[in-house]
Antibody, heavy 118, light 107 residues
Framework: EVQLVESGGGLVKPGGSLRLSCAAS????????MNWVRQAPGKGLEWVSS????????YYADSVKGRFTISRDNAKNSLYLQMNSLRAEDTAVYYC???????????WGQGTLVTVSS | DIQMTQSPSTLSASVGDRVTITCRAS??????LAWYQQKPGKAPKLLIY???SLESGVPSRFSGSGSGTEFTLTISSLQPDDFATYYC?????????FGQGTKVEIK
């Protein structure tokens, strides 16, 4: 069974940093691109970042470029999102999602809440 | 960047109704469009990919159509479990983008 489990969310002050993790199981993690998608409270979905299976290709939304860094460790079946210079508008539930060659997100984690507030 | 516009934002319908949601892209995305269903407090669930392909396990009352810039999601006979928010997503080119969502409410 495919499982994606996010962790690392919490309360952080503006300007602070946080590192999210997504632990994958039930599939060959190293064969799939992965994505982070976020959802601010009461708002819609926003794509954040993508990373290819071997980390060769990385993309970011303009809203996080230069502040967030996506990475992965295929030996540990884990995806990461390093978030620096956090702002109030980064407050959201952050989801990791598996991307296949024909679908952008066939499996999603349950999400982890990041709250940026003083 | 490609913008995705869904309509309507909210839809009131009854069980058994045929429901159609529209998604428009600001430029051609070929058939690289997905539809998701999301319920409160839950992660999105993939329903349709490549505009018209039904994800495994999704009921056949859901269907998708369109290509280029105009797409539709149709629920042929609305069921109680279908009251939720629906999002389209383009994955033709980065940055990927979602529509703003359509909330399907009980009439």
């Amino acid at each position: 069974e495919v499982q994606l489990v996010e962790s690392g969310g919490g309360l952080v002050k503006p300007g602070g940093s946080l590192r999210l993790s997504c632990a994958a199981s039930g599939f060959t993690f190293s064969s799939y691109s992965m994505n982070w998608v976020r959802q601010a409270p009461g708002k819609g979905l926003e794509w954040v970042s993508s990373i290819s299976s071997s980390s060769s290709y990385i993309y970011y939304a303009d809203s996080v470029k230069g502040r967030f860094t996506i990475s992965r460790d295929n030996a540990k079946n884990s995806l990461y999102l390093q978030m620096n210079s956090l702002r109030a508008e980064d407050t959201a539930v952050y989801y990791c999602a598996r991307e296949s060659n024909i679908t952008p997100g066939d499996y999603w984690g349950q999400g982890t809440l990041v709250t940026v507030s003083s | 960047d490609i913008q995705m516009t869904q309509s309507p934002s909210t839809l009131s319908a009854s069980v058994g109704d045929r429901v159609t949601i529209t998604c428009r892209a600001s430029q051609s995305i070929s058939s690289w469009l997905a539809w998701y269903q999301q319920k409160p407090g839950k992660a999105p669930k993939l329903l349709i990919y490549k505009a018209s392909s039904l994800e495994s396990g999704v009921p056949s009352r859901f269907s998708g159509s369109g290509s280029g810039t105009e797409f539709t999601l149709t629920i042929s006979s609305l069921q109680p479990d279908d009251f939720a928010t629906y999002y389209c997503q383009q994955y033709n080119s980065y940055p990927w983008a979602f529509g703003q969502g359509t909330k399907v409410e009980i009439k």
